[in-house]
């Protein structure tokens, strides 16, 4: 099948657009990747829904601004679409499926509650092309953590390569999630905690800018080895896989427990990234066996203080997803065209070792046009 997949992370600086071509089991091309920009004004749409989600108790209700979010975001996605086909000559005919994640606004799996914004109806209906949406639904109501989905696809990635074995695959975005492979052993994964979302939030309030560039604020500072054990000191990273997180987790928490406020803007980046570059290391202690190399994805990779502070936490040789023949930035939309693919067969999407759900469950809604 020709797959487009659909990512729009937590970090909310743009929706990935990308092709892959795969039967759901193997990936026989990784294709040709999009960012469409999320403009200023979307994003505050979204952090204000991202509250009114706050109050929701059912999956299906939208108050406050979620509805219009909801619109807002469904659109922009099929503008990704239509970007990313029409330079490549491709028009909605040439593609089999697409698989479309949508913006998480709250995911609180303990309460058997996540909800991802987007209307697969209306993208099926206005592209032309059947939809798959609502991948973490049905794992959450079966009593699973409902994230990380994209193991089932590292594996599949691994597994065309030649590696020293144990291979961790590790996406840092909003926040940072592992995927452990070791031959043929289920893959073992979970949110190993924030990854740039705190960071971000820090730039932001500082500097109006939403990130640092480069990690060249980090790269600048001190790292304060007390703040950094404080956080770690939360029942989260003492937990072992399967684990997930939601975005907001230790915004509150990690901004009182750090004294952020106290610190320079180098000293309180180098801190942060210095934190999840800590939070990563802390899972390697619940593995069988540590891993002989890390794969990192998503935008984290792109921030060279963040990875030396990786390489010398773990001990152990740090490649990104490009170096691999991948893209580190459209490995999560890859990753959505495939589950669409694998939904679309009826094959389980997430496992006990990835999810913690009970017995391997398939998952997504097909919308046709
Ligand atoms: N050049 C760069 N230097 C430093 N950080 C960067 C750079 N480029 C991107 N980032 C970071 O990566 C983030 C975006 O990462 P990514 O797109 O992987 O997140 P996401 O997919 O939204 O999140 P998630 O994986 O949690 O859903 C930005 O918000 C920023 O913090
Ligand atoms: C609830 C939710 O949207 N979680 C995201 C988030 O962003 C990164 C991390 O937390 C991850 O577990 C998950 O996304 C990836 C794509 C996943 O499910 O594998």
Redesign the pocket.
């Known amino acids: 099948m020709r797959v487009v997949g659909l990512?729009s992370?937590?970090s909310m600086d743009g929706i990935d657009a990308a092709l892959i071509e795969t039967d759901g089991e193997t990936v026989a091309w990784l294709g040709p990747s999009i960012t469409r920009p999320i403009d200023a004004e979307t994003r505050a749409l979204l952090v204000t829904a991202m509250e009114d989600a706050r109050g929701v108790n059912h999956r299906d209700d939208r108050p406050g601004a979620l509805a219009e979010a909801e619109r807002r975001i469904t659109d922009l996605h099929a503008e990704a679409v239509r970007a990313l086909l029409e330079p490549l000559r491709l028009t909605p005919g040439d593609i089999d499926l697409v698989g479309f994640?949508g913006q998480?606004v709250i995911?609180r799996p303990d309460a058997r509650l996540?909800v991802?914004i987007g209307e697969g109806q209306r993208l099926a209906t206005a592209l032309g092309i059947p939809v798959v949406a609502d991948?973490?639904a049905a794992d959450v109501a079966a009593g699973g953590q409902?994230?990380?989905?994209?193991?089932v696809f590292h594996q599949a990635l691994v597994r065309r390569l030649t590696l020293p074995q144990p291979v961790a695959v590790l996406?840092v975005?909003?926040?940072?999630?592992v995927t452990v492979i070791d031959g043929d052993a289920p893959p073992i994964?979970c949110?190993t905690g924030p990854?740039n979302a705190l960071i971000d939030d820090f730039m932001k309030a500082r500097t109006g800018v939403p990130f640092d560039a480069d990690g060249r604020a980090a790269a600048a500072g001190q790292v304060d080895a007390a703040r950094v054990a404080a956080v770690l000191e939360d029942s989260f990273f003492r937990q072992p896989p399967p684990k997930?997180?939601?975005?907001n987790a230790f915004r509150r928490s990690a901004g009182e427990r750090m004294g952020l406020a106290w610190l320079s803007l180098e000293d309180g980046a180098a801190t942060l990234t210095a934190l999840t570059a800590a939070s990563v290391a802390a899972v390697v202690p619940f593995l069988p066996r540590p891993p002989a190399v890390w794969i990192v994805a998503?935008g984290g990779a792109r921030n060279p203080t963040l990875l030396a502070m990786l390489a010398q936490r773990l001990g152990a040789e740090v490649r990104t997803a490009d170096k691999v023949g991948w893209s580190g930035d459209a490995l999560?939309a890859h990753?959505?065209g495939y589950l669409a693919a694998r939904s679309l067969r009826g094959l389980p999407l997430t496992f006990p070792t990835t999810t913690g759900v009970a017995a391997p469950m398939t998952g997504g809604v097909l919308f046709r046009p």
């Open positions: 990512m992370g937590t994640h998480t995911h996540t991802q991948f973490r409902g994230a990380p989905l994209v193991p996406n975005g909003g926040v940072a999630n994964a949110d990854g997930s997180l939601d975005r998503g999560e990753a959505f």
